[in-house]
C-alpha cells in the first residue's frame, strides 16, 4: 500500500521541475525535468543514428531495444517471450527472433554516456528502449518492473511535445484505479525526465493519447 502523504523535501528547485498542461509546477519526491538536455544538434545527431537501425513491430507501437532486452511477460504473442531451453521453433519464427537481439548499445553511448552518467555513476545502464509514438498512439499507465530495472529511470523525448500521466495509486499495482494523485506533464523535445524515489516507486506512468498537446506562451 502506497502512502497518502509525499515528502516534497527533496531540495529539487523548481526549475528544474516538471510542469503540467495548465503550466503549474508538479511536486513529486524524486522527479527532475530538465528542459534543454539535449542541443537541437544533438537531437538531430540521436535520430539519425535511430533511424539507422531496425525497428521491432511486435505492439502497436515500434520499439528499439539497446543492450540488454526486456521481455514483455505480460503479453501474448511468443516473440515477446524469452525462449526457453530445447524450444523448437520454425525457420520464420527463427529470422523474427533475430529482431530480439539486442542491438549494440555502443551506438548511443557517444551521444548519452557523457551526460547521463552523472545521474547513474558507476552503475551505468545495461539496456536503453526507444519507443515511437505517432499521432494518438500512447501506452497504459504502469510500473516499470521493480526487480528488472533499477531505481533510477531517465526519459529522453524527440521530435513532438507529448504528456506522460503520473498516478499514484492506493495500491501499487497496475490494475489499482483508486488515486491519491494524478498529474499529467508536459514532456518537451530535447527534454529529460529523471524518476526515482516516489515518482520512481509510488507513481504510475503512461503516454496519454492526446492530439493536441499546449505548450506554455505558444513556444
Known amino acids: 500500500q502506497i502512502n497518502e502523504e509525499n515528502d516534497y523535501e527533496d531540495n529539487v528547485p523548481d526549475e528544474f521541475r516538471p ?29 539519425r543514428v535511430i533511424d539507422d537501425h531496425p525497428w521491432q513491430k511486435l ?16 503479453h501474448k504473442h511468443k ?9 523448437e521453433n520454425n525457420e520464420t519464427e527463427s529470422q523474427e527472433r533475430q529482431l530480439q537481439v539486442g542491438l549494440d548499445i555502443e551506438a548511443l553511448l557517444p551521444l548519452l554516456k557523457e551526460k547521463c552518467t552523472p545521474f547513474f555513476g558507476q552503475d551505468f545502464p ?27 529511470i531517465l526519459t529522453i523525448s524527440l521530435l513532438q ?3 506522460m500521466t503520473l498516478k499514484k495509486p492506493h495500491l501499487r499495482t497496475n490494475s489499482c484505479e483508486d488515486y491519491h494523485d494524478l498529474q499529467k506533464i508536459l514532456l518537451e523535445p530535447g527534454s529529460m525526465l529523471l524518476m526515482k524515489e516516489s515518482g520512481r516507486y509510488d507513481y504510475r506512468h503512461g503516454i496519454s493519447k492526446y492530439r493536441w498537446v499546449n505548450i506554455p506562451n505558444g513556444e
Not at 79 to 87: A, D, N, R, T, V
Not at 126 to 139: D, F, H, K, P, S
Open 126 to 152: 545495461t539496456q536503453i528502449l526507444i519507443n515511437e509514438y505517432r499521432e494518438t498512439l500512447g501506452i497504459a499507465s504502469h510500473f516499470e518492473d521493480f526487480d528488472a530495472f533499477g531505481p533510477i
Open 161 to 163: 511535445p507529448i504528456y
Open 19 to 47: 510542469r503540467n498542461e495548465k503550466d503549474e509546477i508538479v511536486r513529486v519526491r524524486g522527479l527532475w525535468y530538465f528542459r534543454d538536455f539535449l542541443t537541437v544538434d544533438e537531437q538531430r545527431e540521436l535520430i
Open 79 to 87: 516473440l515477446l517471450q524469452p525462449q526457453g531451453e530445447g524450444q
Open 59 to 74: 505492439l502497436a507501437r515500434r520499439q528499439q531495444f539497446y543492450g540488454q532486452i526486456y521481455y514483455h511477460t505480460s
